[in-house]
Structure formats: structure tokens, C-alpha cells
């Protein structure tokens, strides 16, 4: 019997050895197939940094190998190469393309294995073109041999087209001007130089699809073998793993058309619920514009900041918003992007700190997920700290002495204290505090997610950012952005032309401070200065001062190019046949010095009949000459002849922007003139003029002033305010020598003109205080203490001067009181004016400095609504209005309901003159009125 089991296990051994054998030498006699691939279509098919091939194809064609256990490898070629290759025969097969005419002569197709969207790019100095028609004017430019050309002939045969050898070839050509058009693919660049490029000369929002492209597997022609060979594996590919490839590439499924990012609502002002049930805040923002670089679609899921992490892991959303992940604070997840720091304080009520150790023993509110709690511990050993849900809780902990105060993010606190007016109750300490990394999140087996996001992001310029952050941030000391040093990104097409352009020379006025003058020993000072250095800076111009004594001539030489480029000017129609102008920069309002016996000037229209005296070369002469011929100009050639020339009589006034005006007037040497300000052109924006001959500098500028927001103007100004030029400084000297000799000389008669000259100030001063108490009573309400019909037919005028002029709109909402009429008869007036009150001041909370609010009359309300995009913006005003009107419940412990019916026009849609616009939203107002009240109507 044992024979026989040897014998048995003896005749297995040997099978199994010849089977293996053979096997082994079956798997030897295959062999691989060839595949050839082009090298630059990113993210399908291309080589990487590491000189291997790489993408959504690759990976796809080694599921392939895996699943029909074929062994391949692959061959890269320039695109043109790889089609040779394969028809020659050096190639079994080629990765995958789009299936044309042309292709189908030379080659026999698989089924379609993936798809990729094709779009035209368009430059932005022709985005406005919406139709692939629109472009035949153009030249095209593509991939010598991609399918692209075929496509466009088939759609209109009259396009023409500029061939490159590659596809990093093509964006060059973009990059560098060549081209305003060209055909690409959807997906993201791998040089984020050049996307730079790319991103900023070609607006993804603007390009045009052109069609959704199969991408096939292509064999020679006869091969029919094969091709069933090819199909044959991909069908055994689940679709599930397909999608785990496209993912990973592209960073979403396609299918579903875009991104969920996951948030938490109520942390204003940096991600909230608007009034409009639309996500808002700074990190919408910022997401928006992710969106608008990357082409990609976005939308939002709401939770709290637990459940959005949730949404994460169960696949509900693909990203976060923006979380404070840290060491002690993990949430698992990737951190795909660095989005911003912000930064915690401590707030108190009841105590004052001097110094940082004051809380050591103090009791302290922080939130449980604080990812600084460690910290404080560290820091204080003593303190007791307590967890606490909500800013709320902290804050009403606080009031009750049940804590000495609190740490939280600094933003959000100071937003939640001014909206429930609690702001003076409480005292931030900027010394005390931490900073906290914002990230957003994703799944860790999302890569290809998180490189999409990373890239988008780093399209986003820090000009960009810092103007979202200004935008949301109201304490300059919250901003990461703005704080933090950084130059302005600039494409490669702009830093040729900075280096071939040279240098250039900036004109300036000797003598018109605080905005430019000429110091002592004969440098370039001012507000302008420091314009000028901060375009050293950032585009590493070499600029050359040149000084000038009068306006005129200045501007004649920046008209002929003998200088570049002139600041602080303002934009018209005739200065724009010659000059390029920049972005506004800088307020610029006019105003009037008179003698102390002439009326306060409110308006141009007051200025009839008088001799009005103006710099030669301001663009006020022409403006005033064309449209109030009845005003007598008298040319002067600076400031100081202006002012002279109304000292000696020859002129009634003299006009001049009003912080030059001020600047000479604060010094007493004119104790005889006063300032007005010009309410018609109050609006008036400075900017620099650009010699058309370098007309390439205009979006570098602006770039540089875009860093500038309102701090830095008013650090500016406060910076040339308090400068004494040298000569005056001297002057002043020299008298005060003289007047010590004087005094001691005659010392009575010194002392008796002091006393006189203080009565004489001390009347002026009493008599200005009671023209401006008489012109503030005849111009505004004195219940609500708002403007009267008077102003706001003023302020009508103007919003529609200057609007005219910039091209921007203005809304007016008309608002009547629902409800207001039963107050007042209920509870009698002067409970009904305190009422009126309490709306005014709700509605004077609500708007920007540059808006205004008037008391029509009786229960009537006209707000104007400035420089607005569309009618969008009013309309969350309104919501606002009445949903703040909803909270006044009382006045005087008696019971109110108020609300109001508010009716909407928009400048210049709805009319271009004050009847036009009040007739239009008063009857708007009538319709709210008749339909119920308590909402707005605008059409």
C-alpha cells in the first residue's frame, strides 16, 4: 500500500513540475505590449517631473494590464511623433485619442475608454466675445496634430489657426502675447509660473467650450485581434475603480459637475448664513474666486463644526471650508491648503490689564475646541478656565462676573459685540492672544483633490486676497493678508516689460502739500512719494522726480511723453484722448477758501455771479466754464497765488482739493479765509496719469495700488500731515526772533493786540459755530437729526454728477413706516418721535459713510444707496432695514410693531434725475404699501 501512495504522489510531483514549466515558459515567450503616449496633455496623458508617464490613461491602461494579466509598457513621444509611431509599426498601440475623419483613414478605434471637455481660452482684453463664431477674426492656437483643428474647421471652415510643437509651447505663446485665443483642455497646468500666467491673462470664466471629447484606444488598421482584446479588458474594469482614477487625477467626479464643501454657519464675519439664505463671509469668498480661477463648479452644505467634519468622512461633502486643525486638534483628515491665520484675544469686562500676568489668577472662558487651551495652561498655571459653547455664553459669563474675562477669535467677537452693542462694555487686549491655522480639510484618499485645491488656491493673488480680507475685516490688526509683507505676483510677459522699459520720469508740483512737494534740499516729498516708492518696490521701476512749478506745464509734458507718469490726477473725457489713467487710489474732494464775511458754500450753483479763482490746467475750469458759464474763472498759476489772490481781492474764492486747502489754512497764515466743502464734488477720486506711450504700465499700477486699502491712506496722510517744509520753518523762526524783540520793546502794546486778536478769534470762532449750527438746522430734520428734503434734493444731485462721470449705479430705496400711524395715535407724538428717532438711527447703522439717509417727511425715509454692482446689493439692504426695524419692540416700555414698505431705483436704469428716481420708487413704495407692507419691491 505504500508503494502504491509513493507511486501516486511521485506521478503529482511531476505533473505539477512539467505544468509549471511549461507555464514559465509560456509567460517567457509573451511579450509586452508597446504602448505609445503624448507627453504633455496634462492630466491624461504626460510625462512627469520625474521623466515617467503619468495620468488618467497610464492609470487606467495598468488596470488593464492587471485585469487581463498583459504585460505593456509605454512609450512617450512629442503628440505629431506618437502617431507615427504607431502607424509606422514601432507601436501596437496608441493610449488614447479623439476619433476624426482624418484618424479613421490611418487607424481602427476602440471603444471609447474615458472623455475630457475642450474649451477656447480667451484673453481678457476680448472676453466679451460669447460665441466660438465671434473668434474666426483671430487666430487660434493649438497642438500641431491635436484634434482641435478638425473640430473648429467642422463648426466653421473660416477659422484660422497658429500650430506649436507642444502643448507647454502653446501656453507660452499665450503667455507672452502671441495669441488671444487658444484651445485646451479642462484640467490645471503643472508650472504654476506659467498658470500664473495663464490665470491672469485668460479668465477661465470667459472661455467657451468647444465639445466633450471621446478619448479612444487606436490600433493600425486590420487589427482586429487585438481590438477585441482591447475592449475585452476594459469591460472587466469596474466602474467604480474607474471613477477612483478620474477622482484622483482630476480631483472630482465629473459626473457630478463640481465640489460640496462642507461649512458651519454663524462665525461671521468669516462664514455665515447672508440675509439673502445664501453662504457668505470671508471664506466664501475666497472660495468663490477658487471657483472662478479653477472653472469648477462649487456648492455648499451647512452645519455646525462638528457635522461638517462628519460630512467629510461620510462622503456628504469632498472638502472643508476651513477648520483650526493643529497638533492638539486633529480631525484626521489632509490638510489640502494653508487658507489663512486668524487671531484670538483676550476680551474682558470687568478688569483692567496692564500686563500680560494680571490673568494669572483670574478665571477665563475659552471654547472646548480651542486648539490653544495647552497653551494658556502653559502660560498661566493658576488660571481657572472654564468651556464655554458660544461667544454668547462667554459674553453674558463675563457680564455676570462668573468669569474675569475670555479668549476667542478676535474678528468674530468684535463683529458679534457691535451688533448687539456691547462693544464699549468690553475692552479687547491686542497683546494678549494666540494665532490659530485655518485648513482646508479633505479625505486622505483624495490626493487629487487636494492638489486641485492647492493650485487653485495659488492662483489667487496676494492683491486678491488682501482685498477679500479688507472687504471682511474691520480692524486692520485681524488681517493675515494685509499684515504680512508680500509683492505682487506678476506674469512673466510683464517682468520682460519692466526690464526692457527703463527708467522713467514722475512729474510733481513743487508746492502742493500734503499730497507732493520739494523739501529743502530738493527731494521729492509727500503722499505721492511714497506712491512712487511702493511702485519701486513692487515692479523694481527706477523712477526719476522731476519737480515742476505749475500744473500746466506738467501736464503739457505728460501729454508729449517727456515724463510717464503724473499722480493725483483726476479722469475726463478730454484727458483721456491722450493719457491712460489708473485706478483710483486716493479721495480727492474739492473745496473753497473765502473770507470769513462771504456765505458758506455748499454747491456749485451757490457760486453765480462770483469771481472764482482755479489753478490753470485743472480740469475744473473746462467743467465750469461748459457748465456754469455764469461763474467768472480767474486762472492762477499754484496754490498760493489762489490764496493770495482772494487775500488781495482780485478773486471772491479760490478752489483747490481740501486737503491741500487745509493743509495751508491750519498754519494761520491766512487767519482771514475759511474752508467749505463742495457737496457736488465731494466724490472726486485721484489717480495717475500714464502717458500713452507706456500705456503697458496701467494694470502694474494697479496692481501696486490695489495693496493699499483705507489704513494705509489714512497712515499716509497722517504721515505728511504733520510735515513743515524747511523754508516755512525758517520763515516762522525768523519772526518769532522778531516778535521777541518786539515784545520786549513794546511788551504793552503786544500785550493789548494778543488780547484783541483772542476776542477777535474768539468772535469768528462764535460766529462759525452759529452759521454752521443755522445751515445744519436748515438742512436737516430736528426730530431725527437725518438731512431734510433740502440735502437730500443736494445729495440727489450729486450721487447723479458723479455717477454720470464714473459710469457706476446708485440705488434709492424710498421707505414709508407700517405701522407707525397707530403709534402715534395710540401713545400721542412725542412718543411717535421717539420713535422716529430710534428708525433713524437704526437706518444711519445700517449704511456705509458714503451713503446717506433723509427724512422725507411725516413716516417717509429716502436712503441713497452709493457706487452699488447691481440691484442685488439694495436688496440686502432692505432685508437688513427690515429685519432690524423687527427688533424695536418698545419705546418708552411701551409696545410697538414697526415695519416698513420699501420701493427700489437703481441710477441710471430707472431714471437719471431726482424726480425721475423718487416718482419711480415712490410708486414702488405705493405697491409694497397696497400689497401688505413689510417688504420690499423693485422691478
Not at 99 to 105: A, F, G, K, V
Not at 361 to 388: C, E, L, M, N, S
Not at 876 to 900: F, G, H, W
Request: no cysteine; net charge negative; aromatic share 8%.
Amino acid at each position: 500500500m505504500k508503494i502504491v501512495i509513493r507511486l501516486f504522489l511521485t506521478i503529482i510531483t511531476t505533473v505539477l513540475i512539467v505544468f509549471s514549466h511549461s507555464s514559465v515558459a509560456t509567460n517567457l515567450s509573451v511579450q509586452p505590449i508597446k504602448i505609445v503616449m503624448g507627453e504633455d496633455t496634462y492630466p491624461y496623458q504626460y510625462r512627469d517631473e520625474n521623466g515617467q508617464p503619468a495620468g488618467i490613461l497610464v492609470d487606467l491602461w495598468l488596470e488593464w494590464s492587471m485585469v487581463t494579466n498583459t504585460p505593456i509598457t509605454f512609450d512617450v513621444q512629442n503628440w505629431t511623433e506618437s502617431l507615427n509611431s504607431l502607424h509606422n509599426g514601432t507601436a501596437d498601440i496608441h493610449m488614447g485619442m479623439a476619433i476624426n475623419e482624418q484618424r479613421l483613414n490611418r487607424f481602427d478605434f476602440a471603444k471609447p475608454i474615458t472623455s475630457l471637455d475642450t474649451f477656447l481660452f480667451i484673453h481678457k482684453s476680448i472676453d466679451r466675445k460669447r460665441h466660438l463664431t465671434d473668434l474666426i477674426p483671430y487666430q487660434i492656437g493649438l497642438v500641431d496634430g491635436s484634434s482641435h483643428e478638425q473640430t473648429l474647421k467642422n463648426i466653421n471652415p473660416k477659422f484660422s489657426f497658429r500650430k506649436y510643437p507642444s502643448r507647454i509651447e502653446l501656453l507660452k505663446g499665450a503667455s507672452n502675447g502671441e495669441i488671444l485665443v487658444f484651445a485646451g483642455v479642462e484640467g490645471y497646468q503643472r508650472n504654476v509660473s506659467l498658470d500664473l500666467d495663464i490665470a491672469n491673462e485668460f479668465h477661465t470664466s470667459s472661455r467657451l467650450p468647444i465639445n466633450d471629447i471621446a478619448l479612444a484606444p487606436a490600433v493600425n488598421k486590420g487589427n482586429s485581434a487585438l481590438l477585441a482584446k482591447i475592449e475585452q479588458g476594459f469591460e472587466q474594469i469596474d466602474e467604480a475603480q474607474r471613477m477612483r482614477i478620474e477622482r484622483r487625477w482630476l480631483g472630482y467626479n465629473r459626473q457630478q459637475a463640481g465640489i460640496m464643501i462642507a461649512m458651519q454657519s454663524n462665525v461671521e464675519p468669516y462664514v455665515d448664513i447672508g440675509l439673502d439664505g445664501l453662504p457668505d463671509g470671508l471664506f466664501v469668498d475666497l472660495w468663490k474666486l477658487w471657483s472662478k480661477k479653477t472653472g469648477i463648479s462649487i456648492d455648499f452644505v451647512i452645519g455646525d463644526m462638528n457635522s461638517s467634519i462628519e460630512d467629510i468622512n461620510n462622503g456628504i461633502a469632498d472638502v472643508h471650508i476651513g477648520y483650526p486643525e493643529s497638533n492638539e486638534m486633529r480631525t484626521g483628515l489632509k490638510q489640502a491648503w494653508h487658507l489663512t491665520t486668524v487671531k484670538s484675544r483676550f476680551f474682558s469686562t470687568n478688569i483692567n490689564i496692564s500686563n500680560i500676568n494680571d490673568i494669572s489668577h483670574a478665571r477665563v472662558g475659552v471654547f472646548p475646541t480651542a486648539p490653544y487651551i495647552a497653551k494658556i495652561r502653559q502660560a498661566y498655571p493658576d488660571t481657572q478656565i472654564r468651556f464655554y459653547d458660544s461667544i454668547a455664553a462667554m459674553v453674558d459669563a463675563s457680564e455676570r462676573s462668573e468669569i474675569n474675562g475670555f479668549f476667542a477669535e478676535s474678528a468674530s467677537t468684535s463683529h458679534y459685540l457691535l451688533t448687539n452693542k456691547l462693544w464699549t462694555d468690553f475692552k479687547l487686549y491686542t497683546n494678549i492672544g494666540y494665532t490659530t491655522d485655518i485648513y482646508v480639510l479633505t479625505r486622505l484618499e483624495d490626493s487629487g483633490l487636494a492638489e486641485r485645491i492647492s493650485s487653485g488656491f495659488q492662483l489667487i493673488t496676494p492683491e486678491e486676497r488682501s482685498r477679500i480680507e479688507n472687504k471682511w475685516l474691520i480692524n486692520p490688526n485681524d488681517r493675515y493678508f494685509s499684515n504680512n509683507e508680500h509683492n505682487i505676483m506678476l506674469s512673466q510677459q510683464q517682468k520682460d516689460y519692466l526690464a526692457k522699459l527703463g527708467a522713467i520720469k514722475m512729474g510733481y508740483l513743487k508746492d502742493w502739500r500734503p499730497m507732493e512737494f520739494q523739501g529743502g534740499n530738493g527731494e521729492f516729498l509727500g503722499v505721492n512719494s511714497d506712491i512712487k516708492s511702493l511702485l519701486v518696490k513692487h515692479l523694481g521701476l527706477s523712477i526719476i522726480p522731476v519737480a515742476f512749478d505749475n500744473f500746466d506745464q506738467m501736464m503739457q509734458q505728460l501729454q508729449s511723453g517727456e515724463i510717464q507718469i503724473v499722480a493725483s490726477l483726476a479722469q475726463n473725457n478730454t484727458r483721456e484722448k491722450t493719457i491712460i489713467f489708473s485706478e483710483p487710489y486716493w479721495p480727492s474732494p474739492w473745496a473753497i477758501a473765502s473770507d470769513m464775511t462771504q456765505p458758506t458754500i455748499f454747491n456749485v450753483s451757490q457760486l453765480a455771479g462770483k469771481r472764482l479763482a482755479v489753478v490753470q490746467g485743472y480740469q475744473l475750469i473746462d467743467q465750469f466754464r461748459q457748465r456754469y458759464p455764469e461763474i467768472d474763472i480767474i486762472p492762477v498759476s499754484d496754490t498760493l497765488a489762489g490764496l493770495n489772490t482772494v487775500i488781495d481781492g482780485q478773486a471772491d474764492m479760490f478752489v483747490e482739493k481740501v486737503t491741500t486747502l487745509a493743509e495751508n489754512l491750519k498754519n494761520g497764515d491766512y487767519p482771514s479765509l475759511k474752508l467749505s466743502l463742495i457737496a457736488d464734488l465731494a466724490d472726486q477720486q485721484s489717480r495717475i496719469g500714464i502717458f500713452s506711450g507706456v500705456k503697458e504700465l496701467q494694470p502694474l499700477v494697479n496692481k501696486v495700488l490695489s495693496t493699499m486699502d483705507k489704513t494705509a491712506q489714512q497712515a499716509l496722510y497722517q504721515k505728511w500731515n504733520d510735515v513743515r517744509l524747511n523754508t516755512h520753518s525758517k520763515f516762522s523762526s525768523k519772526w518769532v526772533n522778531y516778535l521777541i524783540i518786539g515784545l520786549l520793546i513794546v511788551s504793552a502794546i503786544a500785550l493789548a493786540v494778543i488780547i484783541i486778536n483772542r476776542r477777535l478769534n474768539l468772535e469768528i470762532k462764535l460766529r462759525e459755530a452759529a452759521e454752521d449750527r443755522l445751515v445744519f438746522i436748515a438742512n436737516h430734520d430736528n426730530v431725527t437729526g437725518l438731512a431734510n428734503r433740502t440735502l437730500l434734493e443736494q445729495q440727489l444731485k450729486s450721487s447723479i454728477t458723479s455717477h454720470k462721470q464714473s459710469g457706476d449705479k446708485f440705488a434709492l430705496l424710498f421707505i414709508d413706516l407700517d405701522g407707525f400711524k397707530i403709534v402715534n395715535d395710540q401713545y400721542g407724538h412725542d412718543v411717535g418721535d421717539m420713535l422716529l428717532a430710534e428708525v433713524a438711527s437704526v437706518f444711519k447703522n445700517a449704511i456705509r459713510k458714503t451713503d446717506s439717509v433723509a427724512r422725507f417727511g411725516g413716516d417717509e425715509f429716502v436712503i441713497i444707496l452709493n457706487h452699488i454692482q447691481s440691484l442685488q446689493d439694495a436688496k440686502r439692504l432692505a432685508e437688513s432695514l427690515l429685519n432690524k426695524l423687527a427688533t424695536i419692540t418698545t419705546i418708552e416700555d411701551k409696545p410697538v410693531m414697526i415695519s416698513a414698505s420699501i420701493g427700489m431705483a437703481v441710477y441710471p436704469n430707472n431714471g437719471d434725475s431726482p424726480e425721475a428716481l423718487l416718482k419711480y420708487s415712490d410708486t414702488l413704495m405705493y405697491q409694497a404699501k397696497r400689497t401688505g407692507g413689510r417688504k420690499h419691491v423693485h422691478q
